[in-house]
């Protein structure tokens, strides 16, 4: 069983851009996390979408926003780059919200690290 | 609301010592508790889990306890080895489904 997929794995971009990234989830899992990981403050929670909506979001500004599709792909976007957005972004996707506890366990990709210069 | 505290890190050990990472938790009601593994340059692992109280989660050798008494979830390794050196994570579901995680304890084992 293919796990989740993220890609790319590694992007470079300027200040000022904006930028895609995308997350493909385990097949069957219809809920996707997003997370970014930074030295400073750890892992935070970005939103999660759950069969084409976002059902949670996270303390973040609204340049980072999120879309997720009928096959349960999501990508994340960030419009207008910071330098404070290098990060790695984590997706993770579970069977939350399937008949199942909200104690379900998420399954994380590898990340996309972004580094904004 | 919910929240979970991790012992500050690094902790460093040689090969073959035991190891435990602290894990303390606040949340309403009685959760499940994870434990998750990041090696260098990887996304998250789950580790192990417990999903009630007095649940012994294990994995790779790994343990952890489910304490709702003290409220805590602490790892343990009765001998550690090189591959071992990662950064771990301790976590737990809130009641809108995303991960609160601790602030992570990054692991060095020294052959």
């Known amino acids: 069983k293919a796990g989740v997929t993220q890609t790319p794995r590694y992007l470079i971009k300027t200040r000022g851009q904006q930028v895609t990234l995308s997350c493909s989830p385990i097949?069957?899992?219809?809920?996707v996390s997003w997370y970014q990981q930074t030295p400073g403050q750890g892992l935070q929670f970005l939103f999660e979408?759950?069969?084409?909506?976002?059902?949670n979001k996270g303390n973040f500004p609204g340049r980072f926003s999120g879309r997720q599709f009928s096959n349960s792909r999501s990508e994340m976007n960030v419009s207008t780059l910071e330098l404070g957005d290098s990060a790695l972004y984590l997706c993770?996707?579970?069977?939350?919200?399937?008949?199942?506890?909200?104690?379900?366990?998420?399954?994380f990709g590898q990340g996309t690290r972004l580094t904004v210069v | 609301g919910d929240s979970v505290t991790q012992m500050e890190g690094p902790v460093t050990l040689s090969e073959e010592a035991f190891l435990t990472i602290n894990c303390t938790y606040t949340?309403?009601?009685?959760?499940?508790l994870f434990w998750y593994v990041q090696y260098p340059g990887e996304g998250l692992q789950l580790l192990l889990k417990?999903?009630?109280?007095?649940d012994k989660g294990s994995n790779k050798g790994f343990e952890a306890t489910y304490r709702k008494e003290t409220t805590s979830f602490h790892l343990e390794k009765g001998s550690v080895q090189v591959s071992d050196s990662a950064v771990y994570f301790c976590?737990?579901?809130?009641?809108?489904?995303?991960?609160?995680f601790g602030q992570g304890t990054t692991l060095q084992v020294k052959p």
């Open positions: 993770a996707s579970s069977l939350l919200g399937q008949g199942l506890s909200p104690n379900t366990e998420a399954f």
């Open positions: 097949s069957g899992h219809r809920s």
């Open positions: 979408y759950f069969s084409e909506t976002q059902r």
């Open positions: 949340a309403t009601g009685y959760p499940s």
């Open positions: 417990a999903t009630k109280a007095d």
């Open positions: 976590a737990l579901p809130s009641n809108t489904g995303k991960l609160i």
